[in-house]
């Protein structure tokens, strides 16, 4: 399959978590398909517009943002030197994930310190670099309307994303915007799906080379160890 933009996420590996969170987005990322929505009580609307935004992602944490190949650049390159960076950065330990409210969306977010995996974010930004295209007028534009901070500004222009780097925060995006009102009956609802489901600890032993097909939906490549 040919994709039109490649990405480093974190995608929770097989299991209930990944199986529940493919369903809640209607995307399964792994598999590469449309799944059905569960049946959920206690929503303010439908799954499907619920989840419109996030969906064509897939359930994940962004680790390296999307971006197009470089001139010169093969996707073939690309996943061995995503390879070789794997192969020396060390897998990750966090206190867990927790289900909360992160400005309009409702989102999954690391519990305690995140900074072993803002430090394994920031290498890999680093080290992917030059497989990254400079990003169009209309992306700078469309990035530019969030309202970003003079240091997002630099981030962006430098890394072609505002938020890396000391501006990285780990969330696994579950909704698009919502009013409060709404992000709090998803919240409620969604709770007594997840709570036995939410790693505590959060282990990070791999991450996954993604890519964008031609419709806008992500897939997975391949998943590489953290073995440093």
Known sequence: MQFTRYGIYYTPPRGALADFGAGWLGWDIERGCAVAHPDIEGLPHDIAPLTQTP??????????????????????????????????????????????????FVALTVQGDQSPLADVASAIVRGLDAFRAPPSDAELARRRKADLTPRQEELLAQWGYPYVMDQFRFHITLTG????????????????????????????????????????????????????
């Open 55 to 104: 969906r064509k992602y897939g359930l994940h944490g962004t680790i390296k943002p999307p971006f197009r190949l470089a001139e010169g650049k093969s996707a073939a390159m690309l996943a061995q030197d995503f390879d070789d960076l794997a192969q020396r950065l060390p897998p990750i330990d966090l206190e867990g994930l927790a289900l909360t409210r992160l400005g309009g």
């Open 177 to 228: 915007k919502l009013g409060t009102d709404d992000a709090a009956q998803v919240t409620t609802a969604l709770t007594p799906h997840l709570v036995d489901l939410l790693p505590s600890p959060f282990e990070i032993r791999d991450l996954t080379l993604v890519g964008e097909d031609d419709t806008g939906m992500f897939h997975e490549i391949h998943r590489t160890a953290l073995s440093g």
